[in-house]
């Protein structure tokens, strides 16, 4: 049977076909399907996790128990789990044991770009790249069998191309894999230093067992078409390789690391002329040329997503072929015109935006974090001065505040962040006596990736009922002595509490309730602008709402004016309005 699946589709009906037992994740684009589709299987538990920390600790314990278990994460979620991943590189595992990381190239929907391939040299364990969706699936199974037989955890490394394209997969059925079983064994798995050592001895010995083993590897392949130019690659690069260079010697490189030396030194000596094409970091080109082997360079770019575009540039500077002399399988598609700029907004009806509304009035230095929120730092809100990765939001906002400057420091995080990484920051400011004014925007789901569950909404990945985790009471364990919540739907509360606690000489921890409105956030009839009373003041367009416009006439006056399949009711435009010209219809 055959199926049409994305990457994550793919890996996650692979994790089920290879006997997985226990996955857990927390969501991080371009990842977050992986789980969501995993958990429609039997016979495998899944879990959103607090953070990739978590989730790396939980999939690995069960690992210890004997079963086959996944943590899944993106690409800065690995940074998150890279504490785990280090020493369980010492430790080995007893069942199969696979972190899955995805990395978004061109950073569609990340804060920084970042080559996760220099973690498997970091760590010295095994790596494997798919180049499509069936081989997704094939290759994770392969990666199982790798962990179990070398007694090492594995990294399997897909890119926002590989997770999102889809493409044909051959279905097969579940293997079981052997019951969970527990073996003490304090010597392997007991990192104290005296253990630690031997284990490192261990590592090392492995990772001479795993290079033999790379360099007869199936997946490695070399395929031998015109020898003027031999091309090394790996992952979605490989496509774009066959795409244009699909007449040439190609080695593709399934299992990337460890390298397979002897196997890149015949290919080497078959060709005329070396490359190697990869996205981001040299990882593979650096190693070749330690072999002392020649690879040509600065053909293709170490920052963005490459595409076949980008590669038939550099066939030409290699081949000397000209437009017309490429051939119609390698021509440049002529691509559509640019679409007219489309700035990323919160959405209509958006709860947070009262807040970065009411902050940019008291401009006090605002510190934000991951997630839709983010947006509250563009125009026209404009009240964010500094984004570095979750959970800093607090953290930093506290070490600003420590910083000795002579202004009000406020720290926003979403609800999802603060049960991610916002607690510990939290418990600094009322531990080390913080002067800082900490916001939490909870929507009641984690927003960003596409309303997935997490410890504050009651609610499991399975859709179970479960306690539901409170902020307030975190802050009161933390020591923060003045906690609020309030609706930002109602301006002038929102205003309010604002003005009262920024200027307040001591922490505080403030609560933006109001669900998201794309997860089951009620809606009201719309508003619409009465012409005869708009001013023409632009107050409401402060706010950043696309439901709001202006209308111009012959004159070239102008009026706002509301789209009406796009308001929710939410009534703060109207609130803001001076001149009451905002009226519900």
């Not at 020649?294 to 980008?310: K, M, Q, S, V, Y």
């Not at 290699?318 to 017309?324: A, H, K």
């Not at 997490?454 to 990945?461: E, F, I, Q």
Request: proline residues 6%; contains cysteine.
């Amino acid at each position: 049977m055959k199926e049409l699946l994305s990457g994550n589709e793919a890996i996650a009906r692979g994790a089920f076909e290879h006997g997985v037992r226990v996955a857990a994740a927390y969501p991080g684009t371009p990842s977050t399907e992986i789980l969501e589709n995993l958990s429609t299987y039997d016979g495998v538990y899944t879990e959103w996790a607090p953070n990739e920390k978590v989730a790396y600790e939980v999939a690995f314990g069960a690992c210890l128990a004997g079963t086959r278990s996944m943590a899944v994460m993106k690409h800065v979620g690995l940074n998150v789990a890279s504490d785990p991943l280090m020493t369980s590189s010492y430790t080995g595992v007893r069942g199969g044991f696979v972190v899955v990381v995805a990395d978004d190239p061109g950073m569609h929907s990340s804060q920084n770009e970042q080559d996760s391939r220099n973690y498997a040299r970091f760590a010295k364990v095994p790596l494997f790249e798919p180049s499509d969706a069936q081989e997704a699936k094939a290759l994770l199974g392969t990666a199982f069998e790798v962990s179990e037989r070398f007694d090492t955890p594995v990294i399997f490394r897909s890119t926002t191309r590989i997770s999102h394209s889809k493409g044909i997969v051959e279905l097969g059925e579940r293997k079981e894999g052997p019951a969970p079983e527990y073996e003490k064994d304090p010597s392997k798995y007991l990192m104290v230093p005296g253990n630690a050592r031997n284990r490192r001895v261990a590592l090392e010995e492995r990772t001479g067992r795993l290079t033999e083993f790379c360099n007869g590897f199936e997946g490695n392949r070399a395929d031998y078409g015109n020898t003027d130019i031999g091309i090394i690659t790996s992952s979605i690069s490989y496509q774009y390789v066959m795409e244009v260079f699909g007449d040439f010697s190609i080695l593709k490189l399934s299992m990337s690391y460890p390298f397979p030396d002897d196997l890149i030194r015949t290919f080497a000596s078959k060709v005329e002329k070396l490359i190697v094409v990869e996205e981001l970091d040299p990882f593979i080109l650096e190693h070749v040329k330690s072999l002392g082997l020649h690879a040509e360079e600065n053909l293709t770019p170490r920052i963005g997503e490459l595409n076949p575009d980008i590669l038939l540039k550099a066939r030409r500077t290699l081949t000397g072929e000209g437009d017309n002399t490429v051939g119609s399988a390698h021509e440049e598609t002529q691509s559509p015109a640019d679409p007219p700029a489309r700035p990323p907004v919160l959405c209509p009806g958006c709860p947070h935006r009262t807040v970065f509304y009411g902050l940019k009035k008291h401009k006090p230095i605002v510190i934000g974090d991951i997630g839709c929120y983010s947006l509250g730092g563009l125009p026209p809100l404009e009240s964010m001065d500094a984004i570095i990765c979750m959970g800093a939001g607090i953290s930093a906002a506290m070490g600003v505040s420590k910083s000795g400057i002579d202004r009000p420091v406020v720290g926003i995080v979403g609800d999802s962040t603060f049960f991610h990484s916002g607690i510990t920051g939290l418990l600094d400011i009322g531990y080390n006596r913080g002067n800082v004014t900490i916001i939490v925007l909870d929507n009641r789901i984690t927003a960003m990736t596409g309303h997935q569950n997490h410890p504050g909404t009651g609610k499991t990945l399975s859709g179970e009922d479960t306690f539901r985790a409170s902020i307030e009471r975190f802050g009161e364990a933390a020591g923060i002595g003045r906690i609020r919540v309030f609706d930002p739907y109602d301006l002038e509360e929102t205003a309010a509490v604002l003005e009262e606690e920024i200027e307040c000489p001591e922490p505080s921890l403030l609560i933006s309730r109001r669900p998201c409105l794309l997860s089951g956030g009620k809606t009201a009839p719309p508003f619409h602008v009465d012409a005869d009373g708009c001013k023409a003041c632009g107050i409401c367009f402060k706010l950043g709402c696309p439901a709001l416009a202006k209308e111009t006439d012959e004159n070239g006056e102008w009026k706002a004016v509301i789209t009406q399949s796009l308001c929710t009711g939410c009534s703060v435009c109207a609130q803001a309005c001076p001149f009451d010209a905002i009226v519900r219809d």
